[in-house]
Nanobody, 115 residues
Framework: QVQLVESGGGLVTAGGSLRLSCVAA????????MGWYRQAPGKQREWVAAITKGGSAIYADSVKGRFTISRDNAKNTVNLQMNSLKSEDTAVYYC?????????WGQGTQVTVSS
């Protein structure tokens, strides 16, 4: 069953912006803090940002000041606004609960930042 669907990725020049969206199943979104994660080729998946049920945001140091996470409880959606993108941000981006539990992941959305 589809529980997490990411979208909004693409190809962008360094310094540009992208906005990612994730639609989660109601039974996931309604009771969990949510987060964004990413995995670059040859590297392990890493945590990027999180937002609590109450709307408080937390960021990894690598994206602090550049990315903004938000959630829309009515639409079961979590978003990630990415500004000032760097080549190091190139990865497949995933959303999930925060902290992660279990082994379920969506298909992710590819973000490619060219130099």
């Amino acid at each position: 069953q589809v529980q997490l669907v990411e979208s909004g990725g693409g190809l962008v020049t360094a310094g540009g912006s992208l906005r990612l969206s994730c639609v989660a199943a109601r039974n996931i979104f309604s009771i969990n803090n949510m987060g964004w994660y990413r995995q670059a080729p040859g590297k392990q998946r890493e945590w990027v940002a999180a937002i609590t049920k109450g709307g408080s945001a937390i960021y990894a140091d690598s994206v602090k000041g550049r990315f903004t996470i938000s959630r829309d409880n009515a639409k079961n959606t979590v978003n990630l606004q990415m500004n000032s993108l760097k080549s190091e941000d190139t990865a497949v981006y995933y959303c999930n609960v925060w902290p992660v539990r279990g082994n379920y992941w969506g298909q992710g959305t590819q973000v490619t930042v060219s130099s």
